[in-house]
């Protein structure tokens, strides 16, 4: 099972939720669907790690849920953004369609498509004006997500300080930071035992650069 898993990403439930300040609940009912008093709702998508003995999100499923809770934020109905995101798989070709570069340019379109068949309220401004859709998805979402070939491959959680990385081909994924590899919470808690950055640094073979980092990350993760 963890071969299966090498370069894919791994994360909790728990993990993803402090990685992207999405509630756990709200991740497991997109991801694993849930049922309500007289419904059942299939989730969102399939995500990565189908099929592990226990809940866990891939990178790309850690991604996608950000588009997800900001659609949400802005109003958008899970009918609407499941449709959205059926449509986006079909024109990119992509199981996780919402990160893929192509929706930056595209949602648009496909949000109109989306609405034609809804008629939800919430898709008009999207729909009718260009720009409300650049303000929704492009910022803050696709700030720090590194590309190739149109595929997000890494995401820099602190897009102003490239120092930290998501790498899902590096330690199934978690933080680290880019330039050693080293996890950022080994560092972090090596801190706290130590409370001696450089001490903590020479130990790793790190920079005292590299520790703040982590120290920083890890004190944000946790606030």
């Known amino acids: 099972m963890i071969s299966n898993l090498v370069g894919l990403g791994l994360y909790s439930v728990s993990e993803a939720s402090s990685l992207t300040g999405i509630s756990p609940q709200s991740i497991r009912r997109w991801l694993y669907g849930y049922d309500s008093v007289s419904n059942h ?3 969102l998508w399939q995500p990565q790690t189908l099929g592990c003995e ?3 999100l891939g990178f790309h499923d850690l991604l996608e849920i950000r588009f997800v ?6 109003g958008v109905s899970l009918q609407a953004i499941r449709m959205a995101s059926l449509s986006a798989k079909e024109l990119f070709e992509s199981p996780y369609p919402f990160t893929c570069r192509n929706f930056r340019t595209d949602g648009h379109s496909i949000f109109a498509k989306v609405y034609e068949a809804t008629g939800e309220e919430k898709l008009i401004e999207l729909t009718k004006k260009q720009y ?3 303000e929704v998805i492009s910022p803050s979402l696709y700030a720090g997500i590194e590309f190739q070939e149109d595929i997000a491959v890494k ?4 897009a102003r300080k490239k120092s930290v990385v998501l790498n899902p081909k590096i330690s199934f994924g978690k933080p680290v930071i880019e330039e050693f590899g080293v996890p950022t919470s080994a560092l972090y808690e090596a801190f706290r035992v130590e409370e001696d950055k450089k001490f903590v640094a020479r130990i790793y073979g790190v ?3 590299a520790v703040s980092d982590a120290i920083e990350f890890e004190e944000r993760l946790a606030a």
Do not use: C, N
Not at 69 to 74: A, H, P, V
């Open 41 to 43: 709702y299939e989730p």
């Open 207 to 209: 920079s005292v650069g």
């Open 132 to 134: 409300v859709m650049r």
């Open 69 to 74: 809770d900001t659609f949400r934020e802005y």
């Open 155 to 158: 995401w820099y959680p602190i």
């Open 54 to 56: 226990s809940e866990g």
